[in-house]
């Protein structure tokens, strides 16, 4: 798993090749390219990606979010910033 910001998918977006989805990032939602993830890894709203620099990384479970988050937190970066 890379380092990086978990969200997760409210809806696919229209247009730019398919590769946006609209994604909630700690309640603000964010417009996110998921053209770097595999062409088998399929995304419905409810599922967790994990975010580096505005591109989806990898598609991970809650588990994997959380794991994500919690590292973000020990580096020093609350979640409610």
């Keep these: 798993m890379c380092?990086?910001?978990p969200?997760?998918?409210?809806?696919m977006l229209e247009g730019y090749g398919n590769q946006l989805a609209l994604v909630d990032v700690v309640?603000?939602?964010?417009?996110?390219?998921?053209?770097?993830?595999?062409?088998?890894?399929t995304l419905?709203?409810?599922?967790w990606i994990v975010i580096h620099m505005g591109f989806a990384m990898e598609k991970?479970?809650?588990?994997?979010?959380?794991?994500?988050m919690?590292?973000?937190?020990m580096m020093g970066r609350p979640r409610d910033q």
């Design 3 to 5: 380092l990086g910001i």
């Design 7 to 11: 969200g997760q998918v409210v809806r």
């Design 27 to 41: 309640g603000e939602q964010r417009r996110v390219n998921i053209g770097m993830l595999p062409e088998e890894v």
């Design 44 to 47: 419905e709203p409810g599922d």
């Design 60 to 68: 991970v479970d809650k588990a994997g979010a959380d794991a994500a």
């Design 70 to 73: 919690a590292g973000l937190e």
